[in-house]
């Protein structure tokens, strides 16, 4: 939230329906005026398009700062793609790379976040929804699957870490999710509730350890997992007992937290009775993604103002958001498809 605007937001961050404003969507948030928006393929289809339709998102809460989120992790969830973005590598390509050598994994990993903050900060996008720091465990759903860099939780960690700052260099915030931890869930929260039972002592060593390693990063997006020895009686995003005690305390994460999309299957309830719970657990944001119109009324409709210790959170993030050096960005994108094709390689015997 930029100085200069101290109208109250709300806090939300709202998808839209397609590659521009819609009148009603206009309307919508001049009236509920978001904290943020979010992009996904739906929205971008050419880098113009995209720019102007950044430009309309911002000037309904006049707010040149406000920020615009996406899913660009490389792999399978990449919201931006050819013909006209790069194909980027998934998290697991480089995380094999760790196995031979980790300089070269570190530096694919840097070089991965780089190019996509370069990507991002063409088009105005402020804020990437990466890394996943989430350790997949045997017999968990291929939702996280090769989106993880490993797993093994110190790989997680040293990769995470350098994909971060590849963001941060490039001006692009990075999200790392999702806190605690997804990677026991053996159901996609998208359509049904993970339930982990694993005790303290297991969740801590490994499925904690990359968030806590990481917990200075600027902005975090919790897990629609339910962790029956932590919290019998709500899912994670809902949950005062993990928000406070695990997320805040024991990991020690102090930045912006933002909920999972509060669309998903995983959460009960009406939308607005989300939305209010995920505030009421702790988070600072709460985030709807599908761009339905009805659906974002109910959710503007059950929220209050942004809170000062929300705001005041996002300015420690805004803080840590890094001016762009020169980058030799051809040279870059030789560099991490030669470290990309050495993995490949390693991985057919050649």
């Not at 996904?40 to 040149?64: H, I, K, Y």
């Not at 093994?152 to 350098?162: H, M, N, P, R």
């Not at 971060?164 to 929260?189: F, M, N, Q, T, Y």
Request: some cysteine; proline content about 7%; charged content about 20%.
């Amino acid at each position: 939230m930029s100085n200069a605007n101290l109208t109250p937001r709300s806090p939300v961050i709202f998808g839209c329906g397609g590659e521009r404003l819609s009148p009603e969507e206009q309307s919508f948030f001049q009236a509920t005026r978001p904290f943020g928006f979010i992009l996904f393929g739906r929205n971008c289809t050419a880098p113009q398009q995209v720019r102007t339709l950044v430009e309309e998102l911002r000037s309904t809460v006049d707010d040149a700062g406000a920020p615009v989120l996406i899913d660009q992790e490389g792999g399978r969830v990449q919201r931006l793609g050819p013909p006209n973005w790069r194909q980027r590598p998934p998290a697991r390509a480089i995380g094999r790379l760790d196995q031979c050598d980790r300089s070269q994994a570190r530096h694919a990993a840097w070089l991965a976040g780089r190019l996509i903050a370069a990507d991002l900060e063409a088009l105005g996008i402020t804020v990437d929804c990466a890394p996943v720091l989430d350790v997949p465990a045997t017999g968990s759903h291929d939702v996280i699957g090769d989106r993880a860099f490993s797993d093994c939780a110190d790989t997680v960690t040293v990769l995470g870490a350098s994909f971060c700052e590849g963001l941060l260099d490039g001006g692009v915030l990075p999200v790392i999710k999702h806190v605690p931890g997804h990677g026991r869930a053996r159901v996609d929260s998208h359509h049904d509730l993970p339930a982990v039972d694993d005790h303290l002592a297991a969740l801590t060593i490994t499925d904690f350890a990359p968030f806590a390693a990481l917990a200075g990063m600027p902005l975090a997006m919790t897990a629609h997992i339910l962790y029956r020895q932590l919290d019998p009686a709500s899912v994670a995003t809902l949950s005062p007992i993990i928000v406070q005690q695990v997320i805040r305390d024991q990991i020690g994460f102090n930045g912006v937290l933002i909920s999972d999309d509060i669309s998903m299957n995983a959460l009960p309830g009406p939308l607005g009775e989300r939305a209010r719970g995920a505030l009421d657990a702790g988070c600072d944001l709460v985030l709807h993604c599908n761009g339905e119109i009805e659906e974002m009324k109910q959710v503007g409709n059950a929220v209050g103002p942004l809170g000062p210790l929300a705001i005041e959170r996002w300015q420690s993030a805004e803080a840590m958001r890094r001016t762009v050096q020169d980058f030799d960005r051809p040279r870059a994108e030789l560099e991490l498809e030669a470290l990309v094709g050495l993995e490949e390689a390693s991985l057919n015997g050649h």
